[in-house]
Each structure stands twice: as structure tokens, then as C-alpha cells.
């Protein structure tokens, strides 16, 4: 019988390795769920990513818009300037 074993092939057979995710705290494989649920996960998971790149985005506009703000408070005039133009108005008024 030892012999039958040395000689006998086995096929290699590939076991998926558990995938676990938590839901509600409870710890579940996601290749044993149904695949309906197994979907769902995949379209939370796309969400989730194309969220992530949208704060990316939303991040950088605020930056932009941040830039452009403080160049528009630089190129305003200075309160100096504001007061010079004021007194020269109210002299040839």
C-alpha cells in the first residue's frame, strides 16, 4: 500500500484562501457569500475607490480655488492705496 502511494500523481488543487471581510462587526468569508451579496460587495468596493478619487479632486479644486483666492486678496488694493484714492477724491470733490 506504501508503494501505491509513492506512484499514485496528485493533481494540485488550488483552495481559495478566505477572504474575510466585517459587517456589522461580524467577521464573514466573501467567497462563501451568495452572489447577489457578492456583487454588492464589489459595487461598495468600486464606490468606495471612486469616492476616494473624488476627494482627490474635490482636495485639489479647493487648493486652486485657495491659490486663486489669496492671489485676488494680493492684487487688491492696500488700505493705504484705499485711503489715497479717498482723500484725493474728497480734494477734487
Known amino acids: 500500500m ?3 502511494v509513492e506512484d499514485a500523481e496528485f493533481e494540485e ?3 481559495p484562501e ?3 471581510i466585517i459587517i456589522d462587526e461580524k467577521p464573514y468569508d466573501s ?4 452572489p447577489k ?3 454588492c460587495l464589489q459595487q461598495m468596493q468600486e464606490i468606495s475607490e471612486k ?3 473624488l476627494k482627490y479632486r474635490l482636495d ?4 486652486s480655488r485657495n491659490g486663486f483666492a489669496q492671489v485676488l486678496k494680493d ?4 488700505e493705504e492705496e484705499v485711503k489715497e484714492d479717498e482723500s484725493e477724491t474728497e480734494d477734487t470733490g
Open 31 to 34: 467567497n462563501a457569500l451568495s
Open 37 to 39: 451579496a457578492q456583487y
Open 18 to 20: 478566505p477572504n474575510i
Open 13 to 15: 488543487v488550488e483552495i
Open 60 to 63: 485639489r479644486l479647493q487648493m
Open 51 to 53: 469616492q476616494e478619487k
Open 2 to 4: 506504501t508503494d501505491e
Open 75 to 78: 492684487e487688491l488694493p492696500k
